[in-house]
């Protein structure tokens, strides 16, 4: 696993257009590479803002959006259309906007979906169809995503894998339920550490200055059950992108001079 590299901008504003501009030079770049690209979404104002800043960038007709696999880290189970669903919000931001392939989209199960309201059915399901989706040279049960992005909370937390909770000690299982999330709502489905570690590339998102405690323990060597987003590592790369705000408690030594 990479070693945590850290990108701190001045504001969030200009973290959200060079993250933007970052992703689309990523997905050119696969695509150029080996045709398609995978990329797995993150919600939350981090996530969202860099999805609004990618739809207004002009390089972003580069991307052939129809050879692109989506699919997200975690989702509220919530009905189809819910507003405070992240797919809800990413469509909003972005993807309603540009010319995906709908076979390409892979949501997360709504509370109304096939599994119906059974968090751990459908958690099952986003499993199942992620290891339909692995080829032979993929690293286990999911593809090998290019970029996996990340949203980290005050908490520490990323995707819905929360402090000392359980699904954030689970080592087998690739997607599993949260029940009794200590953010509302309280029932999730979320990826685990180990699909998270078969991403290329993770990138951590940290904007803000209540996300500066959170940026400082994670990059201190703190466990990842005490602080989730200290296990998210991808196999090439783990890159933090950050705003100064959210970089103001890190040790001067452990990151660059904020970006022009």
Same mark, same amino acid.
């Given at each position: 696993?990479?070693?945590?590299? =850290?990108?701190?901008?001045?504001?969030?504003?200009?973290?959200?257009?060079?993250?933007?501009?970052?992703?689309?030079?990523? /997905? *050119?770049?696969?695509?150029?590479?080996?045709?398609?690209?995978?990329? *797995?979404?993150?919600?939350?104002?981090?996530?969202?803002? #860099?999805?609004?800043?990618?739809?207004?960038?002009?390089?972003?007709?580069?991307?052939?959006?129809?050879?692109?696999?989506?699919?997200?880290?975690?989702?509220?189970?919530?009905?189809?259309?819910?507003?405070?669903?992240?797919?809800?919000?990413?469509?909003?931001?972005?993807?309603?906007?540009?010319?995906?392939?709908?076979?390409?989209?892979?949501?997360?199960?709504?509370?109304?979906?096939?599994?119906?309201?059974?968090?751990?059915?459908?958690?099952?399901?986003?499993?199942?169809? #992620?290891?339909?989706?692995?080829?032979?040279?993929?690293?286990?049960? *999911?593809?090998?995503?290019?970029? #996996?992005?990340?949203?980290?909370?005050?908490?520490?937390?990323?995707?819905?894998?929360?402090?000392?909770?359980?699904?954030?000690?689970?080592?087998?299982?690739?997607?599993?339920?949260?029940?009794?999330?200590?953010?509302?709502?309280?029932?999730?489905?979320?990826?685990?550490?180990?699909?998270?570690?078969?991403?290329?590339?993770?990138?951590?998102?940290?904007?803000?200055?209540?996300?500066?405690?959170?940026?400082?323990?994670? =990059?201190?060597?703190?466990?990842? /059950?005490?602080?989730?987003?200290?296990?998210?590592?991808?196999?090439?790369?783990?890159?933090?992108?950050?705003?100064?705000?959210?970089?103001?408690?890190?040790?001067?030594? =452990?990151?660059?001079?904020?970006?022009?």
């Amino acid at each position: 696993m990479s070693a945590p590299q =850290l990108v701190v901008h001045r504001d969030k504003d200009l973290m959200a257009r060079a993250a933007a501009a970052r992703l689309i030079t990523k /997905i *050119v770049d696969a695509q150029a590479s080996r045709g398609h690209a995978s990329v *797995v979404l993150t919600g939350g104002r981090n996530g969202n803002g #860099l999805l609004a800043a990618l739809a207004a960038a002009p390089a972003r007709d580069a991307v052939d959006w129809g050879r692109l696999d989506l699919w997200w880290g975690d989702e509220r189970f919530l009905p189809e259309g819910d507003p405070d669903r992240n797919v809800t919000q990413a469509r909003e931001a972005l993807l309603d906007s540009v010319p995906l392939d709908p076979e390409r989209v892979h949501a997360m199960p709504a509370s109304d979906g096939p599994h119906g309201g059974d968090v751990e059915e459908a958690a099952a399901g986003y499993a199942e169809e #992620l290891a339909r989706a692995a080829g032979p040279q993929d690293h286990g049960r *999911v593809p090998a995503f290019d970029v #996996l992005m990340l949203g980290v909370g005050p908490d520490t937390h990323v995707a819905s894998l929360f402090p000392e909770l359980p699904a954030v000690r689970e080592t087998e299982r690739t997607v599993v339920g949260v029940r009794g999330a200590p953010k509302p709502p309280p029932t999730r489905t979320t990826l685990t550490l180990p699909a998270i570690r078969a991403a290329r590339e993770v990138w951590l998102l940290a904007a803000g200055e209540d996300k500066a405690q959170a940026a400082a323990i994670a =990059l201190s060597g703190a466990g990842e /059950i005490q602080a989730p987003a200290a296990g998210a590592r991808g196999r090439a790369r783990t890159l933090w992108l950050l705003d100064a705000a959210a970089a103001s408690r890190l040790p001067r030594s =452990l990151y660059p001079p904020a970006s022009p």
